[in-house]
């Protein structure tokens, strides 16, 4: 089993930047395809970026691109998105999710992914 715990969310002005850690304990002898998934109220679920387990594979949903950046250190067990130029309709519950699949690629559909942590609240304000 393992477990994920995010941090660093908050409330932030539009335009800043926020940068949320994912930290997993547990299960790490290995390391895992990682996502940032993010959920505003009353609409799905969404994938927001993913690495692959090295980190030399990245995804970006096209609303986030070349705002927010995907990486991880695994010598620490913690994946990061770093956030900038953060728009009002960034705002929502974001959740990082790791992937059993044993390969080295990201992992882009939510039902691939098998450990989720608790969510963290980003609020943008105009």
């Known amino acids: 089993q393992v477990q994920l715990v995010e941090s660093g969310g908050g409330l932030v002005q539009a335009g800043g930047s926020l940068r949320l850690s994912c930290a997993a304990s547990g299960r790490t002898n290995r390391t895992y395809p990682m996502g940032w998934f993010r959920q505003a109220p009353g609409e799905d679920r969404k994938l927001v970026s993913a690495t692959s387990w090295s980190g030399g594979s990245t995804y970006y949903a096209g609303s986030v691109k070349g705002r927010f950046t995907i990486s991880r250190d695994n010598a620490k067990n913690t994946v990061y998105l770093q956030m900038n130029s953060l728009k009002p309709e960034d705002t929502a519950v974001y959740y990082c999710?790791?992937?059993?699949?044993?390969?080295?690629?990201?992992?882009?559909?939510?039902?691939?992914?098998?450990?989720w942590g608790q969510g963290t609240q980003v609020t943008v304000s105009s």
């Open positions: 999710a790791a992937s059993r699949l044993p390969y080295d690629r990201v992992v882009l559909t939510a039902t691939s992914y098998n450990y």
